[in-house]
């Protein structure tokens, strides 16, 4: 988005808008976290490049599903799921991917609240505004990623 802010090589995420991971997630399953550092509007999830970044709180349009601050799960400004404890501040997300689930995990405990539907090919997407603070983990996870998932792969060409 044009107002977000990326600081800490790439790992923090503040001002107001939306960010998008720089490679998708082309493996099998995927894993990556959040640390919560500053409470406000925020939101974590997938979306593809289609998605506008400076439209917050995303998960408004097909492009994007995203978990939001107050722990309700968002698809095309339909809430399709809801965590059974809201996020606070110093709580760590983690997101696991298999290209059939998105599934949420708070401090290392599975939420069971899986997302299903998601289609096309999808980056880590993040949005701030009102004084939120987001720190991005893509490995070196305070927790271990259930079993078989795996940092994100950078994809990379051999010509």
């Known amino acids: 988005g044009n107002d977000v802010v990326i600081v800490k090589n790439g790992r923090r995420i503040c001002g107001n ?43 408004t349009d097909g492009e994007s599903w995203v978990l939001r601050q107050d722990g309700c799960i968002f698809h095309n400004s339909e809430e399709k799921s809801k965590l059974p ?20 995990f708070l401090n290392g ?14 980056y880590p997407v993040f949005y701030v505004d009102s004084g939120a603070v987001l720190d991005v983990q893509f490995e070196k996870f305070y927790h271990a990623p259930p079993p ?12």
């Open 109 to 122: 405990t599975p939420m069971g609240t899986p997302l299903t539907g998601i289609k096309g090919t999808v």
């Open 17 to 59: 808008g939306g960010a998008l991971a720089n490679a998708p997630i082309a493996q099998n399953k995927a894993y990556f976290e959040i640390k919560i550092q500053c409470t406000g509007t925020w939101g974590v999830g997938l979306a593809t490049r289609r998605c506008n970044l400076n439209k917050a709180p995303l998960g």
């Open 85 to 104: 404890d809201v996020p606070q501040e110093g709580d760590i997300l983690g997101l696991s991917y298999d290209h059939i689930e998105l599934n949420f």
């Open 148 to 159: 078989g998932f795996d940092p994100i792969m950078i994809e990379q060409s051999l010509l």
